[in-house]
């Protein structure tokens, strides 16, 4: 069965950094694009950062580009987000998920397969 397991989340003060890791079971990860979305309280799950499944390739939200960077590991079938300068309204629920078709992978409906999520507060 298809598994995405995240980690990494907790509570910072803003300006800090964290990094978030998406452990993937073996079919679920190779040979997808992975993404990580966010969910604020009160707020609909909106697109944070992608990535190609060779990792040539990466989106993001305008929202967190120079702060953010995605990556991965195929070897450990693992996914990250670094996370600078954080923001309190980076605060959220962050999600993996593994992409379907072509990119730019920066919409819900393009997506398959979801973590959990791992919480993440930045308090001011």
């Known amino acids: 069965q298809a598994q995405l397991v995240e980690s990494g989340g907790g509570l910072v003060q803003a300006g800090g950094s964290l990094r978030l890791s998406c452990l993937a079971s073996?079919?679920?990860?190779?040979?997808?694009?992975m993404g990580w979305f966010r969910q604020a309280p009160g707020k609909e799950r909106e697109f944070v950062a992608a990535?190609?499944?060779?990792?040539?390739?990466?989106y993001y939200a305008d929202s967190v580009k120079g702060r953010f960077t995605i990556s991965r590991d195929n070897g450990k079938n693992t996914v990250f987000l670094q996370m600078d300068s954080l923001k309190p309204e980076d605060t959220g629920v962050y999600c993996c998920?593994?992409?379907?078709?072509?990119?730019?992978?920066?919409?819900?409906?393009?997506?398959?397969?979801w973590g959990q999520g791992t919480q993440v507060t930045v308090s001011s």
């Open positions: 998920a593994r992409a379907r078709g072509r990119g730019p992978w920066t919409t819900l409906t393009q997506y398959d397969t």
């Open positions: 073996g079919r679920t990860f190779s040979g997808y694009a």
């Open positions: 990535i190609s499944y060779g990792g040539a390739t990466t």
